[in-house]
């Protein structure tokens, strides 16, 4: 069975920085696409990167790019998001996710296996 565990979370001021990790085991992790996506109170959750499952392509939402970073060790079955210059509007669950199915790098209806989440909060 496959599982993801997230952590790293926590609350940072304005203008600060946070590394998110997610340890991916019961599957082989060099198969699998990875991504990372966010949900904030009453909203739907919404797509913030992606890795691809060899090459390391990586995809960012508009709204993180040049402040996110997403990256993978797959000696380590783990994937990263670096998150610097954090605002309030990042507020938010972030969940990673994996897929070895094809679909939508950005759509989370193309991920096989989600995490449980880490909360991030960021005070203005």
């Known amino acids: 069975q496959v599982r993801l565990v997230e952590s790293g979370g926590g609350l940072v001021q304005t203008g600060g920085s946070l590394r998110l990790s997610c340890v991916v085991s019961?599957?082989?992790?060099?198969?699998?696409?990875l991504g990372w996506f966010r949900q904030a109170p009453g909203k739907e959750r919404e797509f913030v990167t992606a890795i691809s499952l060899s090459v390391g392509i990586t995809y960012y939402a508009d709204s993180v790019k040049g402040r996110f970073t997403i990256s993978r060790d797959n000696a380590k079955n783990t994937v990263y998001l670096q998150m610097n210059s954090l605002k309030p509007e990042d507020t938010a669950v972030y969940f990673c996710?994996?897929?070895?199915?094809?679909?939508?790098?950005?759509?989370?209806?193309?991920?096989?296996?989600w995490g449980q989440g880490t909360q991030v909060t960021v005070s203005s």
């Open positions: 996710a994996a897929r070895y199915t094809s679909g939508s790098y950005s759509s989370p209806r193309a991920y096989n296996y």
């Open positions: 019961g599957g082989t992790f060099s198969n699998y696409g």
